[in-house]
């Protein structure tokens, strides 16, 4: 969907984290990724603390994301907390619930459409953190994590694993015409280097698209 992004990103993979202000949210980036593994057939799992199925649906049909009933799953928070399981931890019951939605021959994308559900599985952080390396060690290549807050405070110890950090903020609390925000992307070129390549856009979230454009442009990019 953002092409721009998919050039500057490249085979980027493992995992991802997104914060937003407090009064914004991540849909530009996790609408995005959605977009493009539904496109490649590939499994699609979003894990909502925010909002119904049916929001994220309409979202994606106006959009003209084709969602395949086989392939995407969407699964509310409350049912990780209150579903039955074989193991009495939850993070083993969340990972167990997601690779049960998933062929794992095939590449995936989890989102996770705010880190601070975790804390209601555990108040021990690590516990996030080692759930995290777990399950995208049981992934296909290819797969990503997606992860996204409204507070980096959510993310400590997630960055020195993450290959990919996005940061949204919101221009005009959003408001304006013609720009919504900035997103800043910060990514490692390879998963081998340890350097990072910093870019930085303005975007429009529409009701029917995305758009990217580089800062002071009169044309949009993506």
Not at 62 to 68: C, G, T, V
Not at 107 to 123: G, Q
Not at 137 to 166: K, P, R, V
Request: proline content about 3%; glycine content about 6%.
């Amino acid at each position: 969907m953002l092409t721009e992004l998919n050039k500057v990103i490249g085979t980027c993979e493992g995992l991802m984290l997104v914060e937003h202000e407090p009064c914004g949210e991540p849909s530009l980036l996790t609408i995005h990724y959605v977009s493009e593994f539904s496109k490649q057939k590939a499994n699609v799992v979003y894990i909502s603390l925010n909002q119904s199925e049916e929001m994220l649906r309409t979202v994606c049909g106006k959009l003209a994301i084709r969602l395949d009933q086989n392939l995407f799953h969407f699964i509310p928070w409350k049912q990780i907390l209150v579903g039955d399981s074989s193991t009495s931890d939850k993070f083993d019951r969340l990972e167990e619930l997601i690779l049960s939605k998933v062929n794992q021959s095939t590449k995936t994308l989890i989102i996770f459409d705010n880190a601070i559900a975790f804390s209601s599985l555990s108040r021990d952080p690590t516990e996030a953190i080692q759930f995290s390396q777990r399950i995208r060690q049981s992934l296909e290549t290819g797969s990503i994590i997606l992860l996204a807050a409204g507070n980096q405070s959510h993310f400590i110890g997630f960055e020195d694993i993450a290959s990919a950090y996005f940061r949204l903020k919101l221009v005009n609390r959003g408001t304006g015409k013609n720009v919504t925000g900035v997103l800043e992307v910060v990514h490692h070129p390879t998963s081998f280097d340890a350097t990072t390549q910093q870019h930085i856009y303005h975007y429009l979230v529409g009701e029917r698209s995305l758009k990217l454009f580089m800062p002071g442009a009169t044309q949009f990019i993506i």
